[in-house]
């Protein structure tokens, strides 16, 4: 093979066959210039519904929809060649029945190239995910904290503890036997994460949950430091890009209105230099 060979991009399969190995690595993205930043770094890539509340100025997800997901997942396809491509099935697109979720989800993946679909719920979406697996779509659960539920959930809250435990970890046993091919668990214990990613076949993705899973996952925004609305506590800021993007413009209006850009460098001559200038 040759040594500049284009790695293949993973697919289900091989994002599966990662349990208890080498931590899988994710993040989210919505365009094209940032998928090609963290091609070369993440196993796969997320096109989030969290695209509303990061790039579109919405209060939740809940008013993503389907042209949306497909927009972005079009944009963020642009930008991949060695990550897989998840995309998030918006709120209502798939909760109906089974038959709408095969519907979206398989619209989802031929506009966009994803190489799977992510869904929230956990016992009462078991038979979605059984039927959308059944008819070649690959899916990545999602359990614990779901955005798109948020108004029945009471908030962005903790969930798993104490007695909702049992019932957190047997939404992440009912998604695996469905044959969703790995499982996000979002804000919940780290012991509920650590002992779900033991006792389940398929790999955890953590955000705000443990360690030990088998992935992490965060909003790219949120890690650089661009979503600055809000913090949640399991995310880490390796870069504050926001507040440096924020004073380069202030330094670019104050000299266009002092005069000194554009500078004798940034303009042109009447007359085009000639051969051997340096002008």
Do not use: W
């Not at 995910?129 to 029945?152: C, D, E, W, Y």
């Not at 890009?241 to 009447?270: K, N, W």
């Amino acid at each position: 093979m040759s040594a500049t060979a284009r790695k293949k991009a993973p697919n289900a399969e091989d994002i599966r066959a990662r349990k208890g190995g080498e931590p899988l690595v994710s993040l989210t993205a919505y365009t094209t210039p940032m998928a090609q930043l963290m091609d070369d770094h993440c196993d796969f890539v997320l096109v989030g519904d969290s695209v509303g509340m990061v790039l579109h100025g919405l209060p939740s997800t809940l008013g993503v929809t389907m042209e949306m997901m497909i927009l972005h997942g079009r944009a963020v396809a642009r930008g991949l060649q060695k990550a897989m491509m998840v995309i998030d099935m918006p709120f209502a697109s798939y909760e109906e029945n089974p038959a709408q979720a095969f519907q979206n989800a398989a619209r989802l993946m031929a506009e966009t190239g994803a190489g799977a679909v992510k869904l929230e719920g956990g016992v009462e979406m078991a038979e979605t995910i059984r039927f959308l697996v059944k008819r070649g779509i690959p899916v990545m659960a999602h359990i614990g904290l779901t955005p798109q539920s948020i108004n029945t959930l009471g908030g962005y809250k903790v969930q798993g503890r104490d007695e909702q435990a049992e019932a957190v970890l047997a939404d992440a046993q009912a998604v695996a036997d469905a044959g969703a091919f790995s499982v996000v668990l979002e804000k919940v214990p780290q012991a509920l994460a650590d002992r779900i990613t033991a006792e389940i076949a398929i790999p955890t993705i953590g955000i705000g949950a443990s360690a030990g899973c088998d992935g992490q996952i965060l909003v790219v925004d949120d890690m650089l430091g661009f979503f600055t609305a809000f913090k949640p506590k399991f995310v880490k800021r390796y870069a504050e890009l926001g507040p440096l993007a924020e004073q380069a413009i202030a330094d670019y209006a104050a000299e266009v209105r002092a005069r000194s850009f554009p500078a004798q460098e940034h303009v042109f001559a009447d007359q085009a230099p000639s051969k051997g200038s340096r002008a």
